[in-house]
């Protein structure tokens, strides 16, 4: 990284309390007993497979910010929080600050340019 510039400071006592947060509400949502399909009314199993899709979603996005979570506290332990996992370069200092103000840890992963690369081959590949 460029010694000139100025990187936010991390704070880790608060990624930390973040991975407890998440690992919270997975485990809540994880407990959540499931719609019953025994119904035989129709509505009722359409609502209730709404209802399951809908917590799968979420518990899905949950295990992601959980992972990146996860992995911006190893960097951090590591000492190389704001470099890009692909081409290792900075990813940039107005990115990590409106990263880490957000609580988007994935987007510390990588930087402006190789995201970007990244989500137009996901679009050639039709993902």
């Known amino acids: 990284m460029n010694p000139q510039t100025e ?18 509400k997975i485990r809540k949502l994880r407990e959540q007993p499931s719609p019953s399909r025994e119904s035989s009314d ?15 979603a979420n518990l899905l996005l949950l295990e992601r910010k959980l992972e990146a979570a996860e992995d911006l506290l190893k960097d951090v332990d590591q000492g190389t929080p704001f470099i890009c ?35 137009n081959a996901r679009k050639k590949n039709g993902r």
Do not use: W
């Not at 990588?110 to 970007?116: D, I, S």
């Open 7 to 24: 990187y936010p400071k991390v704070n880790r006592s608060v990624i930390v309390r973040d991975i407890e947060l998440l690992r919270t």
């Open 42 to 56: 129709e509505i009722d199993v359409a609502n209730g497979c709404d209802e399951q899709s809908r917590r799968l």
């Open 85 to 119: 996992r692909e081409c290792h370069e900075p990813i940039g200092e107005e990115r990590a600050q409106f990263a880490l103000e957000n609580k988007m840890y994935a987007a510390l992963r990588l930087c402006v340019a190789c995201a970007g690369g990244a989500k």
